[in-house]
């Protein structure tokens, strides 16, 4: 006989739960790390407001211009900093302390945003105003770029958490990306591109006082210095004598090159061929953020670096895929789900190609060859910006994206050619460095 006194037995959590729960910790196993935590808290708010600022940027040049060349100026302005600076800036992240060196460029490009929203808001914005200013956050973001990426790796307390990391930073980029612009839009559509300006001018605070807040151990010293030509010098004989990193290296380039620079001429397809506004732009743009949202999701739920060789081919083809389609695309729907592939292609791409670099470079040598990431990654885009732009204006911009489209194909096939060949380098590095297991192979 039963009494309401009997002892009750907590019932045992379903075993669905308790394994959706233990995904979730996995999927979010860096945040361990308070450093990082910070940094995902200040970057998340500062990255909706440098999306916003890109997609303003862009609106503002093609509503004042109307011309698909000018596009592909200001982009090539605004990256090919990257391309010059980012080796020195690459010595650099290997000789000072990191965070100093992104206060500094945090600090530079909420001035920069602060200036142009004064300019648009008062009216006597022109377009000479707008390629210089992208210059100048072009020049900030070279020096950026490289120590940042070099820094993920001291924000992380423990070494199997970094590929975890870069697959949530590009979560956090990409899901930036999925917010930013669809407000973008609706802010330029209502209350004009100025107010995009001032509010990325202030999501650059956020970030700022993550820093601030950071308690960072030092890097060892360095027992030996030398001039910076000569550790340029180092640093470009390393990376393209290793067989893996210069083959990652040159993939990416030629997607930068050949593909990224489809997304400069975006309002171009915006208005002429869907025949749409900057909401129509603001769509566009947040389908390939959703896309490089689930590629991101996807990597950042891998518990090993294994496969990823594969990833990136895959990865590569599905962007080529995704571009190409857009540029023969006439319909507002298959230009939005084609645009859903390229980005998760795109993000998984960079994000792969990054977490094998990340993971095979000798640690004196990180920051010079994040820098030539940087340069592949993002030094080559405007070269493709101004080609795009220039190409677009003469024999169109549907045949200029197709044409990047079946470039990227074929890089994609040339990277799976040589992928056994990499892979015999690469897996003893994992081994030695108790990444992976021989059991694991």
């Known amino acids: 006989m039963e009494t309401g006194t009997e002892k009750q037995h907590p019932t045992p959590e379903p075993k669905e739960k308790r394994e959706a729960q233990t995904r979730a910790r996995s999927l979010l196993r860096a945040l361990r790390s308070r450093n990082y935590r910070?940094?995902?808290?200040?970057?998340?708010?500062?990255?909706i407001g440098t999306w916003m600022q890109q997609v303003a940027m862009s609106w503002l040049v093609y509503r004042m211009t109307g011309s698909a060349m000018?596009?592909?100026i200001v982009g090539f302005t605004?990256?090919?900093?990257?391309?010059?600076?980012?080796?020195?800036?690459?010595?650099?992240?290997?000789?000072?302390?990191?965070?100093r060196l992104l206060l500094a460029t945090q600090t530079l490009a909420l001035t920069q945003a602060a200036l142009l929203a004064i300019i648009v808001l008062t009216g006597i914005v022109q377009i000479w105003h707008i390629?210089?200013?992208?210059?100048?956050?072009?020049?900030?973001?070279a020096f950026d770029i490289p120590v940042r990426q070099s820094f993920v790796v001291q924000m992380v307390d423990s070494r199997e958490?970094?590929?975890?990391?870069?697959?949530?930073?590009s979560s956090m980029v990409n899901g930036a990306k999925l917010i930013g612009p669809t407000i973008a839009g609706l802010l330029v559509a209502s209350v004009g591109e100025g107010v995009c300006f001032a509010i990325n001018s202030a999501s650059y605070l956020a970030v700022i006082a993550a820093l601030a807040a950071m308690r960072v151990a030092p890097l060892p010293p360095r027992l030996q210095r030398h001039n910076v030509l000569h550790e340029l010098h180092e640093g470009v004989r390393y990376a393209f004598d290793f067989k893996p990193i210069r083959s990652i290296l040159l993939l990416l380039a030629l997607v930068s090159l050949m593909g990224m620079?489809?997304?400069?001429?975006?309002?171009?397809?915006?208005?002429?061929?869907?025949?749409?506004?900057?909401?129509?732009?603001?769509?566009?743009?947040?389908?390939?953020?959703?896309?490089?949202?689930?590629?991101?999701?996807?990597?950042a739920s891998r518990r090993s670096v294994l496969g990823l060789g594969m990833v990136i081919v895959r990865a590569a083809i599905f962007f080529g895929t995704g571009i190409s389609v857009f540029a023969i695309s006439n319909s507002f729907a298959l230009s939005m789900a084609s645009l859903v592939m390229a980005g998760f292609g795109a993000m998984t791409l960079v994000a792969s190609s990054n977490t094998v670099i990340q993971t095979i470079v000798d640690e004196d040598k990180r920051g010079r060859v994040m820098s030539f990431f940087t340069m592949a990654f993002i030094g080559m885009t405007p070269f493709g910006s101004l080609v795009?732009?220039?190409?677009?204006?003469?024999?169109?911009a549907k045949e200029t994206v197709l044409?990047?489209?079946?470039?990227?194909?074929?890089?994609g096939m040339i990277f799976f050619r040589k992928l056994p060949l990499l892979r015999k380098i690469i897996r003893p590095i994992y081994i030695d460095r108790d990444i992976i297991h021989e059991k694991e192979i």
């Open 261 to 299: 620079p489809y997304s400069v001429l975006i309002p171009v397809f915006a208005s002429e061929v869907l025949h749409g506004s900057s909401h129509t732009y603001g769509f566009l743009m947040t389908a390939s953020g959703s896309g490089a949202f689930a590629g991101a999701f996807y990597l």
């Open 78 to 99: 605004s990256q090919i900093p990257s391309f010059l600076l980012a080796p020195v800036a690459g010595v650099l992240a290997d000789r000072w302390e990191k965070r």
């Open 38 to 47: 910070l940094f995902v808290a200040g970057q998340g708010v500062s990255l």
């Open 131 to 141: 390629v210089l200013l992208s210059l100048f956050l072009g020049i900030v973001n």
């Open 388 to 396: 795009a732009g220039t190409l677009a204006g003469s024999i169109g």
């Open 70 to 72: 000018l596009l592909g």
């Open 161 to 169: 958490d970094l590929s975890n990391a870069i697959a949530l930073n």
């Open 403 to 411: 044409v990047g489209g079946m470039c990227c194909l074929a890089g």
